[in-house]
C-alpha cells in the first residue's frame, strides 16, 4: 500500500517548457487535490477533483491545467512555465466520508524550478 | 467564508519544555479542524482532529488540541517536545457539509538540545 506517489520528485524547466507531475494513489479515495507551497504562504490549492470525471478551479488555478484520468490518478500540467511557478507542488487524495472524514493524505512533493 | 490564521511563524523552544501553536479560525458557520505536520522534505500527515463533542483533542507523538468555540481558537499543545519533533505544522479548516480544506499559513517548530 504506497498511499499517494508523485512522479517526478524533482524538476527544471525553463521558461516556455511545459510538463506533467503525475499523481497516483492506491486507498480508493474519490477526490484527489493539487496544492503549492511556497514559503510563508502555506499550501494553496490549484485544482481538485471531487469525483472521477470531475475538475474544479482552487485559490491559484492561473497557468495549470488537470486531468482525472480515472479513479487512481490525477495529473497537473503546465502548459508555458513561468518563474513564479516554482514551487513544491503537493498531491492529496481523501475518501470525504466516513470517519475519515475531512481527512486527507498527501504524496512527498515534486521540488519544480523554473529558470 | 473561512479563513486560518496561525499567529506565529516560528517558535523556537528547548528540548523537554513545553509548546503551544497557536492557531485561530474565521467562519459563519460550524467547521472541522485539523492540525497537520510537515517533517522536512516529507509531504504533510494528521497529526488530529476536531469534528464534534468533546473539545479536547488527542493526537499521535502525544500532542493535543482544544477547541474553544467563543475564542474560535484550536491551539496545539505538547507537554514536553523532543528534537524529532522540529517540524512545519499547519492548522487547517473544513465546513462540516463539505468543501475544501483551507490552511494557516504554518508554524515552524525548532527544538534546540
Known amino acids: 500500500n504506497a498511499g499517494v506517489t508523485q512522479t517526478p520528485k524533482f524538476q527544471v524547466l525553463k521558461t516556455g517548457q511545459s510538463m506533467t507531475l503525475q499523481c497516483a494513489q492506491d486507498m480508493n479515495h474519490n477526490s484527489m487535490y493539487w496544492y503549492r507551497q511556497d514559503p510563508g504562504m502555506g499550501l494553496r490549492l490549484i485544482y481538485y477533483?471531487?469525483?472521477?470525471?470531475?475538475?474544479d478551479k482552487g485559490e491559484v488555478p492561473n497557468g495549470y491545467n488537470v486531468s482525472r484520468l480515472n479513479k487512481r490518478e490525477f495529473s497537473l500540467r503546465l502548459e508555458s512555465a513561468a518563474p513564479s511557478q516554482t514551487s513544491v507542488y503537493f498531491c492529496a487524495s481523501s475518501s470525504g466520508s466516513g470517519r475519515r472524514i475531512g481527512e486527507q493524505y498527501f504524496g512527498p512533493g515534486t521540488r519544480l524550478t523554473v529558470t | 467564508a473561512q479563513s486560518v490564521t496561525q499567529l506565529d511563524s516560528q517558535v523556537p523552544v528547548f528540548e523537554e519544555a513545553p509548546v503551544e501553536l497557536r492557531c485561530n479560525y474565521s467562519s459563519s458557520v460550524s467547521v472541522y479542524l485539523f492540525w497537520y505536520v510537515q517533517y522536512p522534505n516529507q509531504g504533510l500527515q494528521l497529526l488530529l482532529k476536531?469534528?464534534?463533542?468533546?473539545?479536547l483533542v488527542k493526537g499521535i507523538n502525544g500532542f493535543e488540541a482544544e477547541f474553544n468555540k467563543s475564542q474560535t481558537s484550536f491551539h496545539l499543545r505538547k507537554p514536553s517536545v523532543h528534537i524529532s519533533d522540529t517540524a512545519e505544522y499547519f492548522c487547517?479548516?473544513?465546513?462540516?457539509?463539505?468543501?475544501?480544506?483551507?490552511f494557516g499559513q504554518g508554524t515552524e517548530l525548532s527544538v534546540k538540545p
Open positions: 477533483s471531487a469525483s472521477e470525471g470531475t475538475t
Open positions: 476536531y469534528l464534534s463533542g468533546s473539545t
Open positions: 487547517a479548516v473544513r465546513p462540516p457539509q463539505g468543501g475544501k480544506l483551507i
